[in-house]
């Protein structure tokens, strides 16, 4: 079985070609990076438009760059959701127009689910069942996953996700959008243990998070001193170093509680180098294996995409000539894959649109 994959969900546009037995035969990706950069932020509306510039044309040459035509795919999939709607509403119009042309069956896929299961495209994929550290910039959660589709939330955050507290404590330091690898490169310069910032919830039992008095705390460690480089690479590397130990520790008592051996790291924040190195250290500890995605998988891309979809079409999922496209939506209502029951698409199509919900033959 072979499937391509799109992904629109927020600022990188990107296609693949997976195929069961001979993996990953091609991913392309465009980053609306410098697009965005101006504004300190993602403009929703522009990154709608840059979708519709950048989609068809990475469909092609991932398309190209696999040798594969319309008659090998088993079906198009496409990420559904949660995200920006307009942006999802791009990539889910093209993959659904595609999948029509060409005969074949469309899948809206869960982007988080796609984060989980990225680690599976690399040689040594982590077995189930396994807790997951997902930290973007959108989510931070803590989940048992005990098979495809099968997920416990164990702690997910308060407020502000790990990737958005990197982000706007570098924007007050002045760095570029996106500041998480901004600030870890400025972190490596500063001194450790110059400043210490509150660590929220770590005191406390559960696996909660919360990180948005990081923010507060930057602040006031600027406030009334001369920002030079220094202070700032000292800052950088404080937060840094609060947020790096805050998902350690919760992460370790995620591993105690459920007596699992096996700890699957995934999201942007997950290619952050002193995280990794502390989490590998926290799971020796534990007697647990660490199992990351390959970096550039880490952060958004079509591949992971094609893994969730690739499982899902191949367990029979299938879904009507409907455009899906959900800005919300819990992980927790997946169906799980390999069951008799289907997709939940009752409780969770809450935000769906639905141009036309008949079902295809
Ligand atoms: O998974 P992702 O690409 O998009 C979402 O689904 O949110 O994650 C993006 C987030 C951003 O907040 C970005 O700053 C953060 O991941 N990020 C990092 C690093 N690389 C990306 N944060 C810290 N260190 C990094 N090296
Ligand atoms: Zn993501």
């Known amino acids: 079985m072979r499937v391509l994959a799109i992904e629109s969900s927020c600022d990188e546009s990107a296609a693949a070609v997976l195929d069961e037995a001979g993996g990953l035969l091609a991913h392309e990706l465009y980053s609306q990076v410098a697009l965005h950069r101006a504004y300190g932020g993602v403009v929703p509306e522009l990154a709608s438009r840059d979708h519709v510039r950048k989609l068809l044309p990475l469909v092609r040459r991932a398309l190209a760059a696999a040798g594969t035509g319309p008659r090998d795919l088993a079906g198009v999939v496409y990420t559904a959701g949660p995200g920006l709607i307009g942006a999802l509403l791009t990539g889910a119009a093209l993959a659904r127009s595609l999948a029509y042309a060409w005969g074949l069956p469309a899948l809206g896929v869960h982007h988080l689910e796609g984060h989980l299961l990225a680690p599976l495209l690399e040689p040594d994929p982590p077995p189930f069942p396994h807790v997951a550290l997902l930290v973007s910039g959108g989510h931070t959660q803590l989940i048992e996953v005990r098979g495809i589709g099968r997920y416990r939330i164990l702690g997910d955050t308060r407020d502000d996700a790990a990737g958005e507290a990197f982000d706007k404590t570098a924007k007050l330091l002045g760095l570029p959008y996106p500041g998480g690898p901004e600030l870890?490169?400025?972190?490596?310069?500063?001194?450790?243990?110059?400043?210490?910032?509150?660590?929220?919830?770590?005191?406390?039992?559960?696996?909660?998070?919360?990180?948005?008095?990081?923010?507060?705390?930057?602040?006031?460690?600027?406030?009334?001193?001369?920002?030079?480089?220094?202070?700032?690479?000292?800052?950088?590397?404080?937060?840094?170093?609060?947020?790096?130990?805050?998902?350690?520790?919760?992460?370790?008592?995620?591993?105690?509680?459920?007596g699992l051996a096996t700890l699957v790291v995934s999201g942007g924040v997950s290619a952050n180098l002193?995280?990794?190195?502390?989490?590998?250290?926290?799971?020796?500890?534990?007697?647990?294996?660490?199992?990351?995605?390959?970096?550039?998988?880490c952060t958004d891309n079509a591949a992971m995409i094609a893994m969730a979809g690739l499982h899902r079409l191949r367990a029979g999922e299938r879904q009507g000539l409907g455009i899906e496209a959900r800005a919300q939506w819990p992980i927790e209502t997946l169906a799980p894959v390999g069951d008799e029951q289907r997709r939940a698409d009752g409780p969770a199509r809450g935000g769906v649109i639905e141009l036309d919900g008949t079902e295809q033959a």
């Open 184 to 258: 870890s490169r400025l972190a490596a310069a500063g001194t450790a243990g110059a400043f210490h910032f509150p660590r929220p919830m770590l005191d406390r039992p559960g696996l909660e998070f919360s990180f948005s008095g990081l923010k507060t705390a930057v602040l006031h460690a600027l406030r009334g001193r001369e920002i030079d480089a220094r202070l700032k690479a000292d800052v950088a590397r404080a937060v840094e170093e609060a947020i790096v130990e805050t998902l350690t520790v919760k992460a370790g008592r995620a591993l105690q509680e459920t």
């Open 274 to 297: 002193p995280l990794r190195a502390a989490l590998s250290g926290a799971a020796a500890r534990h007697g647990a294996r660490v199992y990351y995605p390959r970096i550039e998988f």
